[in-house]
């Protein structure tokens, strides 16, 4: 057998998992997992997926990458089922893997949206997270390898791409002339008019540059849908957690988006039981939920994570986390059933995907008309919502 490789997290995981299909080509009987370790559960998730590859592929060579093969190297590395760890700062050279160069963009295989890394690595600290021991410092690609990459994808056929990076925002703060991820936003849609849909994965707020703000706000073929970085809803657990807004500040961005682009969806990362959240907190975090309008929401469990400041603070008891997370969901849940309810009788311009499904521009599920191709855009006017997908 040929290569495998297993994507674990996010989105730019998955991006970068393509390129190393392309970069390993038709290597002998190698398995790769591309791990992550943003929690402990994710760092599960991944020795889960190291064993059972194992069962699956016996005599395969068994190797490990991404951001658990740095913050968990020692464990990862004593597992019997793993032959070796590949640095994640290293994982897309050729000489980590001892293949030749594979040609830059690799090849595309045919999904029907394209994650375009633009930027890897962070220059924060914030006290809960591990992802800068993982990934290291801030690094952009230039605006002429983005539009290298994306040229590729819309020769295949590709209708929507999705900037990707571990801090998307900071693009081009490594840069000459440190120019801004507004500025890399406009040269993409510059150089390819015809492209219909352009797609930020999660930003920070207090990075939005004013370029970049006018995109979101009023170009159609950026998508009305902002993924926040937010983490938390009340200013003291910000503060400890050393993010760089303050509720406040959240708040006015989805305002001033809002106030220029009513129908513009919002998503938030949100952790619960941060080390010292009290009932106050979380009802803060709980408020700024329907505050802001949150309809795409990921919640997560504080996780302690080696290392980091906020392992050493006074920790909440795990039975009362995972209450909070539940009721952050539950509210997310409400919201945007509602949220989907709004969109009953209106014409959605949908992609399709695989599995007769697909998404509106505002990231809403829509279950697509038989025998829609993938990677169509088709009109569909939802009547009813079933299983929390629209549909004709």
């Known amino acids: 057998m040929t290569v495998e490789v297993h994507s674990l997290g996010c989105r730019l995981n998955l991006a970068e998992s393509e390129r190393l299909r392309g970069l ?31 069962k699956a592929r016996p005599d395969a060579r068994l190797l490990v990458t991404g951001c658990a093969a740095e913050v968990e190297r020692e464990a990862l590395a004593a597992m019997p089922e793993v032959d070796g760890l590949i640095a994640n700062t290293a994982k897309l050279d050729p000489r980590a893997w001892n293949v030749a160069p594979a040609p830059r963009p690799p090849e595309v295989r045919g999904y029907t949206r394209a994650f375009v890394q633009v930027q890897n690595g962070c220059d924060h600290a914030c006290t809960f997270c591990v992802i800068p021991q993982g990934r290291g410092p801030s690094r952009s690609h230039t605006v ?24 998307l925002t900071s693009w081009g703060s490594d ?32 990075e939005v540059d004013d370029a970049l703000f006018a995109l979101l706000a009023s170009e159609a073929r950026v998508m009305p849908h902002v993924h926040l970085s937010l983490q938390h809803g009340h200013n003291l657990m910000l503060k400890r957690m050393k993010r760089r807004h303050s509720r406040a500040d959240a708040l006015d961005l989805v305002g001033r988006l809002r106030a220029r682009r009513p129908e513009i969806a919002i998503g938030a990362d949100l952790i619960a039981g941060f080390p010292t959240e009290d009932e106050d907190a979380h009802a803060a975090n709980l408020s700024i939920i329907e505050e802001l309008g949150v309809v795409h929401g990921h919640v997560f469990p504080y996780s302690q994570r080696p290392g980091t400041p906020a392992a050493r603070m006074p920790q909440v008891d795990r039975r009362i986390i995972r209450a909070r997370a539940a009721q952050l969901r539950e509210k997310v849940a409400s919201m945007r059933d509602s949220w989907l309810a709004a969109h009953l009788g209106k014409p959605l311009w949908v992609l399709a995907e695989r599995g007769g499904s697909g998404h509106a521009a505002d990231f809403a599920p829509v279950r697509v008309p038989p025998g829609t191709p993938p990677g169509a855009l088709v009109e569909v006017v939802p009547a009813r919502i079933v299983e929390g997908m629209l549909e004709a």
Do not use: K, W, Y
Request: net charge negative; hydrophobic share 50%; charged share 25%.
């Open 144 to 167: 002429a390898e983005v539009l290298e990459d994306i040229a590729v994808h819309l020769d295949a056929g590709v209708n929507e791409v999705i900037l990707t990076g571990v801090d």
């Open 175 to 206: 840069l000459p002339g440190t120019p801004r991820l507004g500025a890399l936003a406009e040269a993409i849609l510059a150089r390819f008019p015809a492209l219909p849909r352009l797609r930020l994965s999660s930003i920070d707020g207090a």
């Open 24 to 54: 390993l080509g038709e290597a002998e009987n190698l398995v790769v997992i591309n791990s992550c370790a943003v929690t402990s559960e994710a760092v599960r998730q991944t020795r889960q997926a190291i064993r059972r590859a194992r």
